[in-house]
């Protein structure tokens, strides 16, 4: 069965930092590209980053860049999303989603599996 599993969410201040995890099971890890997505309250949901799982190339939307850091451990079938520098406007349940293919998709399109998604608050 295949699984993603999203943690490390909760309440933050701005300015703060967090650190989401997306732990894989049930597909072969190395063959997939990893993203992450976000869902603002009445918006729609919107690709943030993803992590080619050929070399690692990571790749961001603009209003992430130099904020959020996607990196993956091989070893523990887990990506992560180091998040810094918070800002209210990052309030959204975050899900990470893999592609059928090692290279990143374009406009974060093509995601075979999802995650049940994490929630990430940032207060003001």
């Known amino acids: 069965e295949v699984q993603l599993v999203e943690s490390g969410g909760g309440l933050v201040q701005a300015g703060g930092s967090l650190r989401l995890s997306c732990a894989a099971s049930g597909f072969t890890f190395d063959d997939y590209a990893i993203g992450w997505f976000r869902q603002a309250p009445g918006k729609e949901r919107e690709g943030v980053a993803c992590v080619s799982s050929t070399d690692g190339s990571a790749y961001y939307t603009d209003s992430v860049k130099g904020r959020l850091t996607i990196s993956s451990d091989n070893a523990k079938n887990t990506v992560y999303l180091q998040m810094n520098s918070l800002k209210p406007e990052d309030t959204a349940v975050y899900y990470c989603?893999?592609?059928?293919?090692?290279?990143?998709?374009?406009?974060?399109?093509?995601?075979?599996?999802w995650g049940k998604g994490t929630l990430v608050t940032v207060s003001s």
């Open positions: 989603a893999a592609h059928g293919a090692p290279a990143c998709p374009a406009d974060y399109s093509g995601m075979d599996y």
